[in-house]
């Protein structure tokens, strides 16, 4: 149905996301590789996921995905993905190295132009906000840090988006103070309330695991579907 254009043409959005869906959770083994490439190709198919999503207002805006899908089955979709996005990854990363080393240097308003740099190229990320907040902090920018923080949180519609962005915001004036009395007591109140897979997605964002002196698997996985490719959590 997905890959005759005549067909899914006809398709209402909600119908082809429910296909997609189906696709996604019960295609065979051996043939979701090639059929998910040759879907991926597509905009309509592309668009279903947050992958290619590369505005502010458009993160964590699909989730269809996760409910029954094994985890065998997520990494070989995030393999495909990643896949698909290989050159965009490597451009990322060269320039997440440059920023970082800009950043030792105390080379700020450098770091920032590279931060813009990979906005005009790859769009928003979660990665660029957090950096952006933290280098402006680190430049002593406070007010511009404080405007670019609130600028995000209006334009954003997620009650999560929002939290993470006052989270970077709070970490950037006193991130040791902010980690302990902030992050590290919402971890353990949304694991004392069963909320694993939310405390392991904020652990593996905040503390990472060899700071945090945590052993075994996250249960996070899942939720990084509502997150861009290039949010490098």
């Not at 597509?42 to 458009?58: D, G, P, V």
């Not at 989730?63 to 990494?75: A, E, N, P, T």
């Not at 902090?137 to 600028?151: D, I, R, T, V």
């Not at 007591?185 to 004392?192: H, N, P, R, S, V």
């Amino acid at each position: 149905m997905l890959h005759n254009p005549l067909t899914a043409g006809m398709l209402t959005d909600e119908a082809y996301s429910a296909y997609a869906a189906d696709f996604i959770a019960s295609s065979k083994p051996n043939e979701f590789r090639e059929n998910f490439s040759k879907l991926y190709t597509k905009e309509r198919f592309r668009s279903l996921f947050n992958a290619s999503k590369i505005q502010l207002e458009t993160f964590y805006s699909q989730g269809i995905f996760v409910q029954g899908l094994s985890y065998k089955r997520l990494l070989n979709l995030y393999s495909c993905i990643f896949e698909a996005n290989s050159a965009e990854i490597r451009f990322f990363i060269a320039i997440r190295d440059k920023y970082e080393s800009k950043v030792l240097l105390g080379e700020f308003d450098a770091a920032l132009a590279l931060l813009e740099e990979l906005v005009v190229t790859q769009g928003e990320s979660l990665w660029y906000i957090r950096n952006k907040i933290t280098t402006l902090g680190m430049k002593g920018a406070l007010q511009e840090m404080q405007e670019f923080a609130e600028g995000c949180k209006l334009r954003s519609k997620e009650v999560f988006i929002t939290f993470l962005i006052n989270c970077f915001l709070l970490i950037a004036s006193d991130a040791k103070l902010h980690l302990e009395k902030l992050i590290k007591i919402t971890i353990a109140e949304l694991e004392q309330a069963g909320a694993k897979t939310t405390a392991d997605l904020l652990s593996l964002l905040f503390v990472p695991r060899p700071l945090s002196g945590l052993l075994g698997p996250y249960l996070s996985l899942k939720l990084f579907k509502h997150s861009t490719s290039f949010n490098n959590i």
